[in-house]
């Protein structure tokens, strides 16, 4: 099997409290991999860790065989990893100069970034909001923006973090079928929701973390199975976890 | 059709600043009119890293660093000006490399102090180090008119120099906040970490904005010194005069915009000449207070500055006549 | 030997009051979470009225902060309503653009108010100093190292033990928390910004007899606090002590050995050189430091 992105030991401590420890996957070039476990479990720490955003204390992130543990997060983005936010961070520009701001990596003048960004916004389907400011639109739209301006980094591979979470079902369903069609343009994709039906319906395989830890691994049918994810989402004791 | 309108208006204006000391033999009304084009220069200088939110208090040190240099290059070395004007800006843009340190480690108000601090250590040493500056005394450039030495006995050519440097650095401001450095910069004022995840190297274009900034203020502080004959620690290091009025114009004007500025020194800088002379004669220190109370309404009521009051009037015009082009 | 004994020791004591306007600007910023860039005005405005207060009653500058602290204590309540409290929720740059509007208003009324004159208060002790081994210690001076030292223990004794203490130290701990935990935080911002300002007032005082005041004094109270507090790190009382002893040794040696003129130079160049290296403090620093900009 092709691996695109190999963690292994990665391990964070804010303070004593281990966020994340001792986490090992690899995420399969081409595929759709969820990220499930209740609040706290350390999920958006791991996609922190992964971006560069925070500086891992042990353990190492592989992409493609090379190392980025180290790297600065603007390489790693250059060598292909992207990611969106939880929490939507528009910048206060217009939609289109939002997306024009990492298309720079790849064209040097402004109209060529400009052309670019067009497109990817015309993929996500928000070229015709393109001029106005993302202070302006729904919380759904400004996801799309978020998504959008992570694809026009190029990236390898793509976090998701929760652009799913706070949407109605009408925008669910309009949403959910962006994410299958990033992955077929041919970007890998690790994803975190908290929408199990979503999450179930599109991903191949899921990861459970909690506490930090990474608790199960394995195709959703498997994983909703799987005696200690039911035991972390339900809170009960169960010998052997 | 409204692009060319707004063109031929543009070159009009453009032809009436030309024509001004044609028309204005006042010395007093020369000298407003180059004061101005001086501040806006320095005010658009100081407003590039404000692209990236970087609020510096600091910006007298390039300032001086770069009036001292072509300074001294002049009167000990008899060294020409115009190429005073080179090693001037590249000192300062060495200082800039100095502040960069602090710049890309620290975040908004710490970067502040510490430009303050920086411009205050080079005061010093400048009152200290006699045998270089002659201390608090200050260097005067003697009076010999010539073109080479930038020294001229009507106030003419500094006025069309002040003009051209206003233009300068105005459309380098507007060229390097359409460029990409431009957009990065903007992206990490708006959020650090999103720029950076979206393979943003925002340290080096918060160092990119510095270097364009302080080399600009070093160069346009050998013109203004040269205009002034006079230069000494108090005044080329002075925080009053180099660090707080181009960011006192910039963030009424509009912190962070390409046009604020210049809004901004056109409002001030006449203001502040004003207070001086009516009211600091009275009372000194007054314009200060005045100045004080008006960076507090505006923080209050505008905080986008001046620059935002005019802003959506033009776009809904601009956007008008779009839709109507539509129908 | 001797001479750099002499100078360490009216270093530490002028450090005394470094640490006690630090302290002050500590207390605001860890609390309101503003960059107070009046903070050194604060100091000003004491100094001036331990002056009128000698000037026109004759009343003695220790006396006088009997009045000076409540007035100052109230000047920081008033300051934290009007200034700060109606820019709470802007970015950080608003904050800073009006306390430096701030500090220029006082400047400058100052300026008009007393002149650009050099103001001293003629007490008899003065230039009072002891000998102590071969060592001259100025009266005044060690006053004031042991009036910061007290005020700062209660000050300590204050936070530690009493509920509004408890408080305040929860808000510089985390901000949202303590406001679900129920503690009345716009109450407590007032009370803090002004204990800070009082503090900074008896700073001010205690200088008042060994030192002349005039408009400008401030600007270099507002960097040195600055400086004290990031080498001493956000929310913790020892450690802006033990900076602001530093750095009075540090001008005392530098003004000494190197130039007068220089000394000021000196600890601005550690202060660049302390925030490149050890941006969180040499002591350790709080939680929140990283929400008022300090990595």
């Known amino acids: 099997m092709d691996d695109l992105l190999v963690v292994k030991d990665l391990t964070k401590n804010f303070g004593g409290l281990a966020a994340v420890s001792e986490v090992s996957f690899e995420v399969r070039r081409g595929e759709i991999l969820g990220l499930i476990g209740p609040n706290g479990a350390g999920k958006t720490t791991l996609f922190n860790l992964i971006s560069g955003l925070l500086a891992s204390d042990r353990g190492s992130i592989k992409l493609e065989g090379e190392d980025l543990t180290k790297k600065p997060p603007y390489k790693r983005s250059a060598m292909g990893v992207g990611r969106t936010f939880q929490v939507v961070r528009p910048f206060d520009m217009t939609v289109l100069e939002n997306v024009m701001v990492p298309t720079f990596a790849h064209y040097k003048t402004s109209k060529e970034a400009k052309e670019k960004a067009f497109e990817i916004l015309k993929m996500v389907r928000m070229d015709k909001l393109a001029d106005k400011m993302p202070a302006n639109l729904t919380l759904a739209q400004r996801k799309r923006i978020e998504v959008a301006r992570a694809l026009a980094t190029k990236p390898k591979l793509l976090l998701l973090d929760e652009v799913l979470a706070g949407l109605n079902p009408t925008e669910v369903a309009e949403n959910l079928p962006l994410i299958r069609q990033v992955r077929d343009s041919g970007v890998t994709i690790l994803f975190i929701e908290h929408l199990m039906d979503a999450m179930m319906a599109i991903s191949e395989r899921v990861l459970v973390m909690d506490q930090g830890v990474l608790i199960a691994c394995g195709t959703p049918d498997e994983v909703t199975s799987d005696r200690c994810v039911i035991t972390a989402y339900l809170g009960e004791e169960a010998p052997g976890c | 059709m409204r692009n060319n309108k707004l063109k031929t208006a543009a070159a009009i204006f453009l032809l009436g600043l030309l024509a001004v000391p044609l028309y204005f033999t006042s010395t007093f009304v020369l000298h407003m009119f180059t004061l101005v084009f001086f501040y806006i220069a320095l005010t658009a200088a100081w407003n590039i890293p404000a692209f990236g939110g970087k609020f510096s208090l600091g910006h007298a040190a390039f300032f001086g660093l770069g009036g001292y240099t072509a300074a001294i290059l002049y009167v000990k070395l008899g060294i020409s000006p115009f190429i005073g004007v080179v090693a001037g800006t590249f000192v300062a843009m060495l200082g800039g490399v100095i502040l960069s340190f602090p710049l890309v480690r620290l975040k908004g108000p710490f970067f502040t102090l510490a430009s303050i601090a920086f411009a205050e250590v080079l005061r010093m040493v400048a009152v200290d180090w006699r045998s270089l500056t002659n201390g608090s005394v200050g260097i005067n450039i003697p009076f010999k008119p010539s073109w080479l030495n930038l020294t001229f006995t009507s106030g003419a050519p500094f006025y069309y120099m002040a003009l051209g440097l206003a233009l300068l650095v105005i459309g380098l401001a507007w060229w390097i906040r359409s460029s990409s450095l431009g957009y990065h910069l903007r992206a990490a004022a708006a959020d650090e970490d999103a720029a950076r995840a979206l393979g943003i190297n925002t340290a080096k274009a918060h160092f990119m904005g510095l270097m364009w900034s302080s080399g600009l203020t070093g160069m346009i502080a050998v013109f203004y010194v040269f205009y002034n004959y006079v230069l000494e620690p108090g005044t080329a290091f002075s925080m009053d005069l180099f660090s707080l009025q181009p960011a006192m114009n910039g963030i009424i004007g509009g912190m962070g915009t390409v046009w604020g500025p210049v809004i901004g020194a056109i409002i001030m800088t006449p203001l502040g000449e004003f207070l001086r002379f009516y009211l600091g004669t009275i009372q000194q220190g007054l314009n200060f207070v005045v100045y004080g109370l008006m960076l507090i309404a505006v923080v209050n009521f505008v905080p986008g500055g001046i620059v935002s009051l005019i802003e959506p009037w033009f776009k809904k015009k601009k956007s008008g006549d779009s839709s109507a082009a539509d129908n | ?295």
């Open chain 3, 1 to 295: 030997m001797e001479l750099i004994v002499q100078v360490c020791v009216s270093g530490l004591l002028l450090g005394g009051i470094y640490a006690l306007i630090s302290i002050g600007l500590n207390l605001i910023f860890g609390v309101v979470r503003i960059i107070n860039f009046a903070h050194g005005e604060m100091v000003m405005v004491a100094m001036y009225l331990t002056f009128w207060l000698n000037y026109f009653f004759g009343m003695d500058p220790y006396v006088s902060t009997l009045i000076v602290l409540p007035v100052m204590f109230l000047f920081g309540v008033i300051i934290q309503r009007i200034i700060v409290q109606p820019i709470q929720n802007s970015s950080a740059n608003m904050k800073i653009f009006a306390t430096v509007a701030l500090s220029l208003i006082l400047q400058n009324v100052a300026l008009i108010v007393c002149k650009g004159n050099f103001r001293t208060v003629q007490v008899s002790y003065g230039m009072g100093t002891m000998e102590w081994g071969g060592i001259f210690i100025s009266i005044p001076r060690l006053v004031a190292f042991f009036a910061a030292l007290l005020s700062i223990s209660l000050l300590y004794y204050f936070l530690k033990n009493t509920y509004t203490g408890k408080a305040l130290r929860a808000i510089v701990e985390d901000h949202t928390i303590a406001r679900l935990m129920g503690v009345k935080v716009q109450k407590l911002y007032l009370l803090a910004f002004g204990i800070g300002c009082a503090f900074s007032a008896l700073g001010g005082v205690l200088l008042m007899p060994f030192s002349s005041v005039y408009p400008t004094v401030g600007i270099p109270f507002t960097l040195i606090a600055f400086i004290v507090v990031v080498l001493g790190g956000l929310g913790s009382m020892g450690g802006t002590f033990l900076a602001g002893l530093f750095i009075g040794v540090v001008e005392a040696v530098g003004g000494t050995y190197v130039s007068p003129a220089l000394k000021e130079a000196i600890y601005f160049g550690i202060f660049i050189i302390a925030i490149l290296i050890r941006p969180q403090g040499i002591f350790g620093k709080g939680k929140g430091s990283e929400e008022v900009g300090l990595k």
